[in-house]
């Protein structure tokens, strides 16, 4: 079955940055973009960006912008988010996803959303 | 601010019929898809493409979107369905993304 395996808690200084990373398993790695979303304590969820692992290609939510870095070891089914400048207000559970989309019967792209996520990331940005 | 908008909560008895709603600017010709998420836990798909269910997802979570609102109904609510749920589209404009709604806390009184 699908999966998606996150590496651990992270405790991280002001200013400084975070690596996460997300295994991926049971299915081809390079064929589905993987999305990076995060979410504050009692907050909702916020996308940050996705990155298609075949091409390396990426896309950034504007807010994020010259700050994360997404990137892949196709080798190893791993995707990994990195996030500088690290601020307290950056403090959350960062989740990877993949995006599922298939071709329906008229040949046109259909986007079925993020349907496997991996278990989440805590990341504490504190002094 | 979010581009789509979520009433913060909704309260239903169980057996009963919980709407969830989703506002947005031409939402209609977008698709929505709609996720669960139990404390603790990474959210679940429940409903993609607007109205279609992934394998494992009960009969009784359906989807609707129309003109400016897209609806996630729950019939039979059941004390397990308790959660967060958040609906979700492709926002394509100068900062062109997924965008997620701010999430809707249903409780099963």
């Known amino acids: 079955q699908v999966q998606l395996v996150q590496s651990g808690a992270e405790v991280k200084r002001p200013g400084a940055s975070v690596k996460v990373s997300c295994k991926a398993s049971?299915?081809?790695?390079?064929?589905?973009?993987i999305n990076w979303v995060r979410q504050g304590t009692g907050q909702g969820l916020e996308w940050m960006g996705w990155?298609?692992?075949?091409?390396?290609?990426?896309g950034y939510a504007q807010k994020f912008q010259g700050r994360v870095t997404m990137t892949r070891d196709t080798s190893i089914s791993t995707a990994y988010m990195e996030l500088s400048s690290l601020r307290p207000d950056d403090t959350a559970v960062y989740y990877c996803?993949?995006?599922?989309?298939?071709?329906?019967?008229?040949?046109?792209?259909?986007?079925?959303?993020?349907?496997?996520w991996g278990q989440g990331t805590l990341v504490t940005v504190s002094s | 601010s979010h581009v789509l908008t979520q009433p913060p909560s909704v309260s239903v008895a169980p057996g009963k019929t919980a709407r969830i709603t989703c506002a947005g600017n031409?939402?209609?010709?977008?698709?929505v898809h709609w996720y669960q998420q139990k404390p603790g836990q990474a959210p679940v798909l429940v409903i993609y493409?607007?109205?279609d269910r992934p394998s494992g997802i009960p009969e009784r979570f359906s989807g609707s979107n129309s003109v400016t609102t897209a609806t996630l109904t729950i019939s039979r609510v059941e004390a397990g369905d308790e959660a967060d749920y958040y609906c979700?589209?492709?926002?394509?404009?100068?900062?062109?993304?997924?965008?997620f709604g701010g999430g809707t806390k249903l409780t099963v009184l």
């Open positions: 996803a993949r995006a599922f989309y298939y071709y329906d019967s008229n040949g046109y792209y259909i986007s079925a959303g993020f349907d496997s």
């Open positions: 049971g299915y081809t790695f390079t064929s589905y973009d």
């Open positions: 990155m298609n692992p075949n091409s390396g290609n990426t």
């Open positions: 031409n939402i209609g010709i977008k698709s």
């Open positions: 493409y607007d109205s």
């Open positions: 979700q589209v492709w926002h394509s404009s100068s900062d062109h993304g997924w965008v």
